[in-house]
């Protein structure tokens, strides 16, 4: 099932309609099942192309800063190559991540509090002989990589939807959905860019007109908590019609949950997001407000999935924030 179009480690993943979300959403959603791919995320798709490439330059070992799911993409990627690999995460990266990126053999250090402390080691690092630095979000390759999914869009639908649904961290996957959008020629599709409150540096640097920097990261989804966007990222956003919403942690759980009942999928607060701008209405308003493409044009939510999740993670999350 390799995709063939850029890495060799990605899936060609399932793209379903699913019925409660539509139902929930008031508009056909189609899923973009990224949480299928190996190691749980999207992120094997551009990660996964740029260690590839690398391995042809001749590196002996790849190092990644990661919040998580990127560093499992890059373990998973090492491994099928025969190289070695460092994963830096910070303290928030809990221990269900770190036992995963152990059981792929990678080497790992917890570093810092937060993505940006874990990447500053990272850098140091890289400077080691022989390594190669893998950014979790901030370069072509990795656009280049994640870019494949729109392709698989294009296949799969009969027209172009009315808006591409996905969450954003450091931007990797919004610059590759973007890169993406213009290869197929959809770049007047919508891309509603989703953040959590205390990880919203897109939102942030959008109030601003310039890239900004948040003074910390106090989102439960810490996959999405780069303090800065990617430049890149924000160019997008700026370029093209990138809608930028922000949902409040307790949505993005809440989602979660209700994503697993309808669907019986378990996905990280990173991807609930996302999800709970169908569930929360949000969606149908932008729609009302001309912002994005309303029926009969379906929309797509991109699952970008995250391993950072089991049933007890569900369970800490929803009490630490106070939910029944
Ligand atoms: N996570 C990155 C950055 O973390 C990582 O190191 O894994 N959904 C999931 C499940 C993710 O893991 C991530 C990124 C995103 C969405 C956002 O992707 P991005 O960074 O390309 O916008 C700090």
């Known amino acids: 099932m390799a995709a063939g179009d850029g890495g060799r480690f990605h899936i060609v993943s399932p793209l379903l309609e699913s019925v409660a979300l539509s139902k929930a959403a008031g508009t056909k959603v189609y899923m973009k099942l990224e949480n299928v791919q190996p190691t749980g995320s999207f992120k094997i798709r551009g990660i996964g192309y740029t260690c590839q490439e690398a391995a042809k330059q001749g590196c002996q070992r790849f190092v990644c800063s990661s919040g998580g799911n990127a560093g499992l993409a890059m373990a998973y990627a090492a491994r099928q190559l025969g190289l070695q690999a460092t994963v830096v995460v910070p303290s928030s990266t809990g221990p269900i991540v770190v036992q995963k990126l152990r059981d792929l053999g990678a080497h790992v250090e917890i570093c810092g509090k937060v993505w940006d402390d874990a990447n500053e080691r990272a850098k140091e690092l890289a400077k080691r002989e022989g390594c190669v630095s893998i950014h979790p979000f ?13 392709r698989e869009l294009r296949d799969a639908l009969e027209a172009k939807p009315g808006a591409v649904v996905l969450s954003v961290g450091g931007g990797g996957l919004l610059a590759g959905v973007a890169a993406g959008l213009r290869d197929v020629g959809w770049q007047d599709v919508p891309i509603v860019a989703v953040e959590t409150w205390g990880a919203h540096s897109l939102h942030a640097a959008l109030e601003a007109g310039r890239l900004v920097s948040l003074p910390d990261i106090t989102s439960v989804a810490k996959c999405l908590g780069a303090k800065t966007v990617s430049a890149r990222a924000l160019q997008c956003a700026q370029e093209l019609r990138v809608v930028s919403q922000v949902v409040e942690d307790a949505e993005a759980v809440q989602a979660m949950e209700r994503f697993l009942d309808d669907e019986r999928l378990l996905v990280e607060p990173a991807c609930g997001a996302a999800l709970a701008l169908l569930y929360t209405g949000r969606l149908r308003r932008l729609q009302r407000e001309g912002r994005v493409g309303a029926a009969p044009l379906p929309v797509v939510v991109v699952v970008c999935g995250g391993s950072a999740v089991d049933a007890a ?12």
């Open 138 to 150: 901030d370069h072509p390759l990795v656009w280049q990589g994640h870019s494949s999914l729109v």
């Open 313 to 324: 993670e569900l369970r800490a999350l929803k009490s630490h924030l106070g939910l029944p």
